[in-house]
Structures are given as C-alpha cells and as structure tokens.
C-alpha cells in the first residue's frame, strides 16, 4: 500500500500499544510489546511490526507518542498526555458526551468529554497502585496464577470473597489468610476484581454514558461486568481497548498533519 | 545541557544577606554565654511574633526551618528518627523532619550559614490558627528543654469573626504577657509592642504590593519566585530589615513590567496553586511550568500573607484580628469566596490543588472544592498528590502528566 499514514505510539508502565491509521481513519494495524526498559527500541520494534502486518513502507507522515514513555520517542513529532490520548480515541468511537475509565498498568483515569469531544474534567487515581493493573498481577503472583487465568477464574463463580483493605500489600496478606481458611482462589480472584471496580467507583460518580478501556478492560471482560452491575447501567468498552490511547494518538497525529 | 528557563530576580542577593544576618544574629545569641545574651523566642509562623518582639527577644521560626529541610531534600533521611520515636509518618512532615533534624543533630543551616545548630529556644509560643501540630511540635522541645511552652487557641473554621471570637483573643495574648515578662526580665512596652505592630503592618502593605504586581499580565514573578521572597515578610516581619528589602524587590518587578520581562517567557497560561509547595520540588515545578508557557501568579499561600488589620489602633486587636482573618482559619464558604476573588484578580485559567499527604490544613482539595469551584468560576484544575516535605508521597510521573494534561485541556478550550 502507499498513501499517506498516521501513527499513534502509547508507551505505558506495563505494555506499548501502537496504532496505524489511514488518512481516512481506518485502522491499518496495531502492533503491542511489553514496554522493557528501552522504550525507544520497543517503539521501533512496535512500528517495523505494524508496518508489515499493514503492508506500508516509509515513515509515517505524522506520528504521536503518549503514556509514560511519550518524551522517548525518537520518530514522534509531538507528546500528548494519555489522558488527551484515551479522550481521543474514545471520542472518535462515541461521538457523544461520555465519562472515560481507563484502567491502566499503574494508574487509572477518569475523563469527562462534553458532546463536542473536548474534556471537561480529568482525575487520576493517588498514587498508590490498588485498583491498577500492577494490583492486578500482583494478586496474580501471590495466587501463584498466570494473569491470563484471572478473568476465566473469577467468570466461574458469582460468591467474590471481598478484600477489606486498600493497599496492594495489606490485600496479598490478607489474601494468605482466606487461602488459610479454605477460601476458594475463583472467589479470590472474583473478589480482587470487585476491589479494582470499588477503587474506580471512589473516583467519580460516573454520570452519564460510560467508556471503558485499557489493558485490564481488554484482558478481563469480567471487570467489565462487575462495573455494570454496581453503575447499574451499561458499559461501552471500544473496539480493541488496550489500543484506544494509541488510536487517540494517531488521530491526533492526523490532525496535527492537516493544520 | 539546556539553559533553564527560571530568571534570578536580582533582589535575591540582598534577601540572602539580611536572611543571614537574621540566623547569624539568632546563632550568636544561643551560642553565648553572657548573662545580657539576647534571649531566643520560638515562634509559629502565623503567631504572635510582635508581641515578642516586643519583649526584646529574637524570634526563631521552626516552619521556616521545616521549608529549608524540604527543599534541600534531606527531609527523607530525618523523618524516619521522628517516626522512630513515635511521631507518625502521618502527622505534619514539617514537624517530623524537624524533629528527626534535632534528633540527628544535622540542619542546613550549619553549612548555609555557618551556624553552630538550630538556636535552642528561651520560650516557646504557638498559635493554634493554623493546625493542632504546632502545639505538639513545641511540646517536644518543651520536654527536651524544660522551658516554658505558652500559646493561643484559635476556633478554626470560621465564616464570619466577631466581637466574641475577638474578645477571646485579645484576652489570651494579653495572659502571654506574664511569662514572656519572667523570661525576659524585661516589663511590657505599650508603645514598643506599638512600634513593632506599625512596622509589620508596614511590611504587610509592602508584601501585598508584591503580590499586586503579579496580577500584571504577564506576571513579572511567580508563585516560586514568591514563596523564597517571602522570607522576611516570615520572618523578619515586625524588624527594620523586612521593611528595608521589599521596596528593592518591588522597584526591580515595577521594571520588569516596564521593560516587558516576564518571569515565564511567552506566559500562555496563569495559574493559581492551592496548598502547600513541595519544597524539594520547587525548582522542577518552576521548569516544568516554565516549559509550557505557564506561570503560577498566585497561590493561598503566598497570597494570605497578608495581614491588614496590623493597621489597627489598638495593637492586641490588631494582632488578634490578623492572625485569625487568615485564610486557613476560616470557614470553606468564606475561602471560596477568596478564592472567587484571587482567579478573577488575577485572571486564572487554571488551578493546581496540591493534597499534601500530611497537612490536612492547607489541602483544601478534600471536602469537595475544587468540583464546587470549577463548577461555579469554569476554570479548570488538577489535584496532585504529594507532600510538603515528605517526597515518599509524591509521584514524580504522575504530577507531570496531570500537568501537562491541564495545559492540553485549557488550550483545546480557546
Ligand atoms: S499547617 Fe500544616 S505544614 Fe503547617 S505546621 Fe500545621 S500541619 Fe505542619
């Protein structure tokens, strides 16, 4: 293919997602890698792989880095925040007022988009991790499981064994202490879901249409669910979510390209 | 390595001179051993230093003390002697890091100013206006020391302050008086604690100019400028040497804003920072901020240093009113309206709420502000989690990001 192309690079804590997009909007490809230390060579790793799942050569004709890596980008043009990031992307899907969860390795995000698409309001979670992505794999270690089993897990069984404390520690201890009384590890698992969706709800009242997305949205449909049925209401999770802040950052590229 | 983007403010130099003097002065008294060695005071910032003055004694500032561990980065390694003796890592870490300082003998000061130690106190006198932790922390000094440890309460959380709060006050700076008679061995002064009160008020009037000037788009100084030049305006309030520097500084921005200079060059964006200052982060706001065009023209804390009622006739009243019109004694209705007033004064496009881990009394981001005045001024604003001192609470990342964020949104916004 030849023609011009966009791309959007989003490095975050855990994982770098990267978008191609076509000047018409169409998602060329996407490509992922776990961020590592060099978040340079991951990007380009990311870009070379994208490029031939897409069938494209040459650089792309504006690219957008965001997420905590976005300033060691050597072939993005500008930075954007996640947070303009994930609005973006989700936006170009809603195309209505929206509030945006985004569920991220290290930290998660509230983001309150008016009818236009312009952000009203951003919060982001302390800086402690309970409710994170790392809360997530750190119950995945402590439980001795593979993250991939967590959502089957918790999918099998509708009796979450709650987890009263806050922090990610205090949670693995008091995980030691249910597996001592023969707690079963689904309800754990169930249980450990309904913490990241509590941390969430302490964020935001969530009023209107809701977005969901990230990597643990992508990973975890069950997060989902359990967020649905404490907000009563439904949950609209986007088309590839773990991609969403790279989508955003394309689309910003794109835009930056025609101004 | 790039230039930064920070301009000295000239006035600097001066400021450091008459700061030194200060602490030289204090080192030399608690050093001596002569029988008519000035006698040292210890006083919470927002306390009755006229009043000690007045008495003669030179008055020390143990928060001015906490903002100098901060920002030289050593509240870290001090803190944890505080904890250890069972002062919490939850408690005021202006407190805990000035207690792990005493416990562990070290302070900037030695090597700053070439001062022997931290001047041990002849009296210790609190005001309670601004937090509960003040009494506590002068408490500890009481029990190593065994000197008097005497003080004011205020009611916190006023809206309007009236005959009876006042008449409280009054009263209870006047029963100081007998205890800072007997350790000084000197009788009160009416018209010296006079004196001493026209002179602060003198100093508010000229801090307040300071603070005017920012106002002037774009600001000839900056919230980071601020909270260093405040200094005498601290510590030095009620002495000729505050009275002496603020007019150099306020000649040197009136020049600035003649010539053009700007303290952020290209300013695009003003903000109002709500809270404390994370003193070891000073410099890294200021360039980030700097970064984006943005300049910090006024904040709370910089801001309420003002105390105009010092231009009352009678001095107790003067003294009372003032230390209880402060901002972080009042009411959340009343700092709202404040805060209403500061944004549109100061043409504000966004607000940084700090929530600072362990000072509940200067975050005012947790009973729902910032929502309840986005909502009713528009202006956008972020809540960064951090400290004041203690930088285990703070997250370098994240406090970047929202930054840039606010920045992002409010230029997606013209
Ligand atoms: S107001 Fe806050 S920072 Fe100041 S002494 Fe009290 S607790 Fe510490």
Excluded at chain 1, 178 to 187: E, I, N
Excluded at chain 2, 47 to 73: I, K, T, W
Excluded at chain 2, 208 to 230: G, N, Y
């Amino acid at each position: 293919m030849s023609g011009s192309f966009y791309c959007g690079v989003d490095i975050g804590a855990s994982a770098t997602k990267l978008v191609l997009l076509a000047a018409d909007g169409q998602v060329l490809a996407r490509a992922l890698s776990h961020s590592g230390v060099d978040y340079r060579g991951t990007a380009r790793k990311c870009l070379d792989q994208a490029r031939e799942l897409a069938g494209v050569a040459g650089e792309p004709d504006g690219t957008v880095a965001t997420g905590y890596g976005r300033s060691n980008v050597d072939f993005a043009a500008a930075t954007r925040t996640e947070i303009h990031c994930h609005g973006a992307g989700c936006y170009h899907q809603a195309r209505q007022a929206v509030s945006i969860i985004d569920i991220g390795g290290q930290d998660n995000k509230v983001i309150h988009l008016d009818d236009a698409g312009k952000r009203i309001e951003f919060k982001m979670n302390r800086k402690c991790a309970a409710g994170t992505g790392a809360f997530i794999e750190e119950i995945a270690l402590r439980l001795n499981l593979d993250v991939g089993e967590l959502d089957g897990l918790a999918d099998s069984t509708n009796e979450p064994v709650r987890l009263g404390s806050f922090c990610t520690v205090f949670a693995k201890t008091e995980i030691l202490s249910h597996l001592r009384s023969g707690a079963p590890v689904a309800g754990i698992v169930r249980g450990a879901f309904v913490s990241v969706v509590d941390r969430i709800i302490e964020m935001d009242p969530l009023d209107g249409v809701v977005m969901a997305t990230g990597g643990v949205v992508a990973h975890n449909p069950v997060i989902v669910e359990i967020l649905q049925a404490r907000l009563g209401r439904d949950v609209i999770v986007p088309e590839a979510p773990q991609f969403t802040g790279a989508l955003g950052a394309a689309l910003t590229a794109r835009k930056l390209a025609s101004a | 390595m790039s230039e930064s983007p920070i301009k000295k403010i000239q006035a600097t130099g001066m400021m450091r001179k008459l700061m030194t003097e200060h602490f030289l002065e204090l080192d030399a008294a608690a050093n001596s051993s002569a029988s008519d060695r000035p006698l040292i005071a210890w006083c919470t910032s927002v306390g009755p230093a006229e009043l000690l003055r007045s008495f003669g004694f030179l008055v020390y500032f143990p928060e001015n003390h906490g903002a100098v561990l901060g920002s030289s980065r050593v509240a870290a390694d001090l803190i944890p002697a505080a904890n250890a003796r069972g002062y919490s890592p939850d408690i005021c870490s202006y407190l805990t890091s000035d207690v792990g300082s005493y416990l562990k003998q070290q302070t900037p000061l030695m090597k700053a100013f070439g001062m022997k130690g931290v001047p041990r106190a002849d009296v210790l006198v609190y005001n309670t206006n601004q937090c509960r932790d003040v009494q506590d922390w002068l408490a500890f000094y009481q029990r190593e020391w065994g000197v008097p440890l005497i003080g004011i309460d205020t009611q916190r959380g006023l809206g309007e302050i009236t005959a009876d709060h006042l008449d409280g006050l009054i009263a209870q700076h006047k029963s100081l008086i007998p205890t800072l008679a007997e350790v000084s061995g000197r009788k009160f002064d009416l018209d010296r604690l006079k004196e001493v009160v026209a002179s602060s008020y003198r100093c508010t009037l000229l801090w307040k100019r300071v603070l005017e000037l920012a106002a002037h788009q774009p600001s000839p100084i900056s919230f980071f400028d601020c909270t260093i030049h405040m200094g005498p305006a601290v510590v030095l309030r009620g002495t000729p040497a505050a009275e002496e520097y603020y007019p150099v500084l306020i000649k040197e921005l009136e020049q600035r804003i003649a010539d053009g200079i700007a303290a952020v060059d290209g300013e695009k964006l003003r903000y109002y920072w709500e809270g404390m200052p994370v003193w070891g982060k000073l410099r890294d706001h200021a360039e980030q901020f700097a970064g984006q065009h943005a300049c910090v023209v006024a904040s709370t804390y910089c801001n309420s240093w003002v105390f105009e009622a010092m231009g009352l006739d009678d001095p107790f009243e003067a003294m009372a009113r003032s230390y209880t019109e402060l901002f972080i004694v009042r009411g959340e209705d009343w700092k709202e309206d404040y805060l209403k007033a500061k944004f549109a004064d100061y043409g504000i496009d966004g607000i940084i709420y700090h929530d600072a881990k362990t000072c509940p009394n200067n975050s005012n981001c947790r009973y729902g502000m910032p929502q309840r005045m986005t909502r009713a001024t528009g202006v956008p604003y972020v809540t960064i989690n951090g400290d004041l001192n203690d930088l285990r609470m703070y997250s370098e990342e994240q406090a970047r990001t929202q930054f840039e964020a606010l920045a992002e949104q409010i230029e997606e916004s013209r």
